[in-house]
C-alpha cells in the first residue's frame, strides 16, 4: 500500500480508504472480516459520521477499531443530526428535492463531536469534517473559528470538509479548511481537472469518494459490468496529481483485496 500526506497535515494516508457508512451495525462479524482485511493491506484511513445509522456507525467502528487506534487515522463528520427524527427529515428533504445543505451551528458541532468521541471510544479525532455544509462565508468563518479553538483544546487534529457535490467545492476554495472530501469520478473529472491548478495552489489535501457512480451507473445500462471495471474507476481518479486517496464502500473482502491490488499493478 502507498501512503501520502494529507495536504499540509502531518496525517500519512492510504491511497486507499474505507468508506464505512454502508457497514450493518447488526452484523459485527462481517464488518470485523471487512475492516481486518483492510488493516491487513495496509489501509490505515477510515471514513465514517455521526449521522450514519444514527451514530450506530460510529459505535461499530469504536467497537472495532479500539485495538488499533495507534496506527490508524480516523475521520468522523459532523453537520447533520444524529437522531433518527433529523434522518428522518433530511431523507423527505431530499426526496421532495428540497436544498439538503447542513447548516450546523458551532453548539451543535460541540455537543456532536462529545457524542463521537465517546462513540468511537478515543479522546480525539484525527480529521474531523463538516458534512455537506452550504457554502457561505459566514458558515466558514464560524466553522474555522471553532475548528481552532478545538484543535487547542486537543479534541481534533485536522478539519476538512466533505462536500455534497464537485460545485459546492469549486465554490468554497476563497475558505480557510486542511482538506476537502469530494466525490470524483468519471462523471465529473473533466471538471475538476479543469480547476486542478488552483486546488494544488491552494494546498489543501483531498479525498476522493464514490469512484464508481458513474462507471457502475454505465455498465448497469448496457446491461453488462465489465470485469475491469473497478479497477480502471480507481486508476482513473488515483492518477490526478492532487488527490490523495480514493476512500470506497464494500462489505466484500474479495471486492476490497482486488480493488487493493489492483491499484497496486
Ligand atoms: N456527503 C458525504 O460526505 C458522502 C456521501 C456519500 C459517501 N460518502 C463516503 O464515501 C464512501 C464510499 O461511498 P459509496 O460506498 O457510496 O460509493 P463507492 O465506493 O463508489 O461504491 C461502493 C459500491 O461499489 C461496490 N464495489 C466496490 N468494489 C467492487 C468490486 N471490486 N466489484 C464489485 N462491486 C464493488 C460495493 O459493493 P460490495 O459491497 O458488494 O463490494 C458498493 O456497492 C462512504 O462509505 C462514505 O464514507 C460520503
Redesign the pocket.
Known sequence: MKYRRLGKTDLLISRI???????NPFERTKSEEVIKCALDLGINFF???NS?QAGLNEKLLGRILHPHWEKIIIST?LGYASSLAGKAMNRILNMCGKDNHARPDSAFIIRELERSLRHLKVDHIDLL?I??PIVTKEMFDEMADLMESLIRQGKVRYYGV???DLGDFLLSLPFKYFCA?I?L?SGNSSEYLKQEYGVKRKEIGIIA?????TL?KEATQCGN?APD???R?LKEVLVMDSVDS???????T???K??VQ?VEA
Not at 469518494?209 to 457512480?213: A, C, L
Not at 480514493?246 to 466484500?252: D, L, P, W, Y
Open positions: 480508504g474505507l468508506g464505512c457508512s454502508n457497514m471514513d465514517t459520521a450514519y463528520k469534517q458534512h455537506n466533505s462536500f455534497l472530501q466525490p469520478n469518494r464514490q469512484p464508481f457512480v457502475r459490468v471495471i473497478y479497477r474507476a480514493v476512500i470506497m464502500g464494500t462489505s466484500n474479495n471486492h476490497l482486488a480493488n489492483s
